[in-house]
Each structure stands twice: as C-alpha cells, then as structure tokens.
C-alpha cells in the first residue's frame, strides 16, 4: 500500500501538472478570441 502510494503519488502530481497547463492553454485561447473581436 505504501509503495504503490508513492508511485500514484507521482503520477498524480502529472496529472495536476498536465490539467495545468491545459487550462493555461484554454485561457490563451479564449484571451486570443477576445482580442480577435
């Protein structure tokens, strides 16, 4: 249990990573959009 916590562990923190910057993307386009009109 311990060492599988501590593998999920790193992976989660990717995720987090990854949905980060997912939503920093998100924000450029929409920001892009609005200047766009």
């Not at 501590?6 to 989660?12: A, H, K, L, M, R």
């Not at 949905?19 to 009109?37: F, T, Y």
């Amino acid at each position: 249990m311990c060492m599988k916590r501590s593998s999920d562990n790193t992976s989660f923190a990717r995720e987090k990573l990854f949905q980060g910057v997912v939503i920093l993307i998100k924000r450029l386009k929409v920001i892009s959009l609005i200047e766009e009109m």
